[in-house]
Structures are given as C-alpha cells and as structure tokens.
C-alpha cells in the first residue's frame, strides 16, 4: 500500500490548508479501513492528530486541535483529507496518513508515505 500525502507548504499563523492523502496497493480496499492523519515535529515523537472510521461516520481528534482540523473521507477517489484552520507555529510539523485501529492511536496497518510539511509562520 502506498499513501502520497500533498497540500503542505508556509502558511501565516492563522491561515488555513487543506491536506489530501491518495493511497493506492494491489488488493487495497480503501472503504474497508479506518484511516488517520499523524504529525511529527522535529525532535518530537509521531503523534496522532485525527481519525475517521471506514464509513466516515465516526471522527477524534487530539486536545490541540480540536474545534481547528476536521478529517473527512472521500471512499471513491481513496483519499482521506485534513482541513486545517487558525494554524498556530506549534501546528509545523510533516503530516502522514495511514490506516489503523481507530481506538488505539499507536495503532498503524502500513508502511508510512514521504508525508507533506506544515511550516506556520510569520
């Protein structure tokens, strides 16, 4: 299974970007697997920022972003995307997706992508 992150780049503090994730595998079904966006800071561990069951029904979030980032899923075109908004420097980092037990955060299914970098500043 592959997962091309894009959509990172600079922005201002409290600016907004929209991060996609298209994954892609022989045999892959995307509609089958809950899917979740993590970050990782320099120097810092890889921490999970939001989730999304298979059918889109059900979404969490990490304290920091809650009520700024929304996940959402479009099973059709196998992308999972992360709107993010009111974005803080603390928000920098590089953004990876990847499959997983939705209740456990630790929990990954696959080899990670190249990740997309959030760089907020002024």
């Known amino acids: 299974v592959q997962f091309v992150e894009s959509g990172g780049g600079l922005v201002q503090p409290g600016g907004s970007l929209r991060l996609s994730c298209a994954a892609s595998?022989?045999?892959?079904?995307?509609?089958?697997?809950?899917m979740k966006w993590y970050r990782q800071a320099p120097g810092k561990e890889r921490e999970l920022v939001a989730a999304?069951?298979?059918?889109?029904?059900?979404?969490k979030y990490a304290d920091s972003v809650k009520g700024r980032f929304t996940i959402s899923r479009d099973n059709g075109k196998n992308t999972v995307y992360l709107q993010m908004n009111s974005l803080k420097p603390e928000d920098t980092a590089v953004y990876y997706c990847n499959t997983g037990n939705y209740y456990y955060d630790k929990s990954v299914f696959h080899s990670w992508g190249q990740g997309t970098q959030v760089t907020v500043s002024s």
């Open positions: 595998g022989s045999g892959f079904t995307f509609s089958v697997y809950d």
């Open positions: 999304i069951r298979s059918a889109g029904g059900n979404t």
